[in-house]
């Protein structure tokens, strides 16, 4: 038969309607995006860009347009590409990475640690203005870069997903970085340190090497070597046969010699940087590392004042951020808040660039989260182990860095808009916020004095500091500020460098900082009465978080004793020096050296002789001048093609039943922010009754997200038999056509990234359209012929749920966290009856097990056992209230009495409501090194164990409740058995189990599939 005709399985048509409309009209479980805020965008033009923003919050949007000019004049140079004229590119800013997370121009959530995107569909750069000057002029110049990239592909017929992350991040940060930068050459210290330097093969694998700086560091070697004119043709070629080729072709080297080359020059290159210098395992006492039970990431540790206990955060095993305290003497966790994912308040923990705070009583921890849209300072009561409360600082929607007065009642952080940061002080007492600072340079990090009458931050203001006509991003210094009087003094110990984290001494005569003044960060003493400076750390890699601004030291307020996080092997550990201990070195002539070798990437001989050393020393060229004005236009939000999805198209022939032909295909139209999507999807499957599709349009752009959709989904099914009529065989194919016509209105209200509700309102009309082809065998002769139809159905189908969902996935099903909800939907029409439903799971993570629960209920009350749509069904795979073993595809004959009319064995598998029950310890057999007994990423493989239990009945046949292997009555069933999820290429689940179901006592165990997540 033409499979095009018999086909009954997943159509084009169902397969782009469920995976390309967006959530909104499919999502069963789900965070939810949440948009809290409407934001209202302006936009104005320059020669290469459109920059849209929202004017009220962002007063460095003339400079972010200069700016971006410049970038271009810089990237346009290194490339030797330009735009196209008039496509000028789309620069859409966010006042801060609060607002920012809530875009829609992409529909997943942004990670916390994410600064900025480019987008390749409509090659869109969106960004949040950082409070940092600099990483908002790096980030920029970052994303221009993939902007040029995504033009040089499109004009090229490059596919970009086929070059590897290395290749793309890298050449974003050298372009934009050039070849001083102290956390590269960190990250190739510790490379060479450990021996740890890949091969073409290796780089690509991003959860081992990290591709924005292994590959920042291969083109920097590239660059050096062969001239940095060069890196864009290796891009271009790389597109076209891959890095590997594109190396002999470009270079006229063999890959193999490359890398030979490239290791030796690291190795000749950073060994002798390491002498002289402590290896980070003999840094003061290793507390939390993973070799020590803990995570492989440890970040922001904050000491108590009494130093017997820190708060730091840590990667969570596979996925997430954990936010813990342990004892500061032995690395023992004595509480875990275990992220946001239990509280419905909290959306996120800032942990790039922000550090938990003690309260003098050792009681409490302030920290900062996500909520509700903005940044709010969280309290932690450690002791009691639950959030006290939550603070939003007046006129600073995002927040960095709280710190604790000595006093207990204020606490001071650092708040910004729209890029302006400034110091602000809330009154725990009277709820007062006062704003410290008032400038438009970076203040940040900001710490007390133990007398409480001082403060030291980190700032780009000051004298020789940043120059905004000339769009000079200075490095942070220090700064003090009175308290009371507001003045302020700047504190440069090494000159020009940069400074970070800094915090007064227990005696308040010195203040502890790290300073790269070497090209290597490591942490300082400054004495504030005699000016010298004395050395802490001379460690090999770094003292560092993530970036050179987040947090990474602390000190104890009363004891003096320091801790900090140090990179190593790939890893960031948290490390204990004692203040009696510090074993510190006077520094006889401080003096920053910028061109230090272990700041500089080799090859050293090229570190101002080549394009991008020279564009990154020249301010001035592309720069529009600093009184440049710009004409500013409301947004005009206008739909444009988005995407075409790709579909199929097939051609099948059947002898006697001619030629057909199916296809399908999708288009995605938006606005340039995302909040408005029309999705239209058509297929045809041969004749012209048999076309279907589906127009939607959604609106994202408030909190109350809603749409609409119509479609037209013809369902087909055939049956064919021989008969014999007058002598002559003839095939018969009956064809059975459901034609579902659906009209709906939708909309969704999210409480929180967690908990939504969802109101849907909708009429579907099915039409049944029956015929019969038949082939005369012996004669060729065709005819069709009509077949009376059931009678049409009409519905109405209003629905209301409640959906939570704060789980966090693995690779193929859950494993923390929880999931619930609850429905209600009447169906009024050609059937009057309600149905409800109720889903229930949990998951707990025990390392690295998880074990799951599940309780779901699925009711048609008042309904008829024939009402049409009434059935609940518990026997049929891939449905989500299957009882594993005993599918209706497995039974056998036997199984059922030949002298009954009925069958128990399955009648009691169908029912007007259902009731499932299932438990399972999940494995995570094959993944990866941080989740999986086995590394292999490649097919990510999940065992469990698990017993399933299901009832179905009706309101006139209820369930009698008993355990028995044989009856006659409607009882429950049970199954065990062992269970292996595969993940197929990150598109498709697929489920093998082996089950002994408990009232199949005539079939025994038995193996089953199904395509379908774990739940």
Known sequence: MNPLATFKGVTILTFLIVFFTPDLFGQYFGRNKVQYEKFDFKEFNTDHFRILFYEDKQPFIPDIGRMAERWYQRISEV??????EEDRKPLIFYADDADFRQTNIVPGFIPGGVRGLAEPLRERVVMPIQPNHNITHHVLGHELVHSFQFDIARRMELNMNELPLWLVEGMAEYFSLGRRHTQTSMWMRDAVLNDNMPDFQDIAIQQRYNPYRYGHAFLAFIGGIFGDETITPYFVKAGAVGPIAAVDSVF???????IEDWHAHMREYYEPQLENRTHPDEVGEKLLAQELGHGRVNLAPSLSPDGNYVSYLRDRIPFGIDFIVADAETGDEITNLGGVDEDPHLDDIRFLTSAGSWDPENRRVAFITFARGNNEISIWNVRDDRIERNIRVRGAPALENPAWSPDGNTIAVSGSIGGRSNIYLYNLETDETTQLTDDIYSSMEPQWSSDGETIVYVTDGGPDGTDFDKLDIRPNRMGLIDVQTGEISYLTPFGEATYSNPHFSADDTSLFFISDQDGIPNIYRYNLETEQVYRITNVMTGITGITEQSPA????????????????KDQYNIHRLRADDTGEELIEEPMANRDAQERVLPPYAALDENIIAGYLADFDKGLLPSDTEFDIEDHQRRLGLTQIIPGHIGVG???GFGAQVAGGIGFLWSDLLGDNNLILVVESRGRIRDIGGQLSYINRRSRLNYGGLISRVPQVFTRSRIVQEEGERVLDRFIQRIIIHQAAFITEFPLSETRRFEATAGVNWYVFDYELERFFLGTGRFTREDIE??????????SLAYVVDYSLPGFTSPIFGGRERYQVTPLIGSVNFVQAMADFRRYYFLDPVTIAFRALHRGNYYADIDDPFSTEYIGFPNSMNFVRGYSFFDFRSEECSADQDNCPVIDRLVGTHSA??????????????????FTFRYLPTELSLFADAGLAWHEDEPPVFKFERRSQERIPVFSAGVSTRFN???????????AYPFQRPDRGGNFGMQFIPGW
């Open 79 to 84: 490339t030797n590409h330009e735009f196209a």
């Open 252 to 258: 006229n080297v063999s890959s193999g010699r490359m």
């Open 553 to 568: 030291l602390t000190v104890s307020r009363e004891t003096g004793d320091l801790m900090f996080s140090i990179f190593s």
């Open 653 to 655: 022939v059947t002898p």
């Open 789 to 798: 139809d059931p009678d049409n159905l009409f519905l109405a189908t209003p």
């Open 916 to 933: 499932l029950a299932s438990a399972e310890l999940r494995i995570p057999l094959f993944g990866t090194p941080q989740f999986g007994l």
């Open 984 to 994: 197929l290429f990150g598109a498709l689940i697929l489920e093998v189990y082996y």
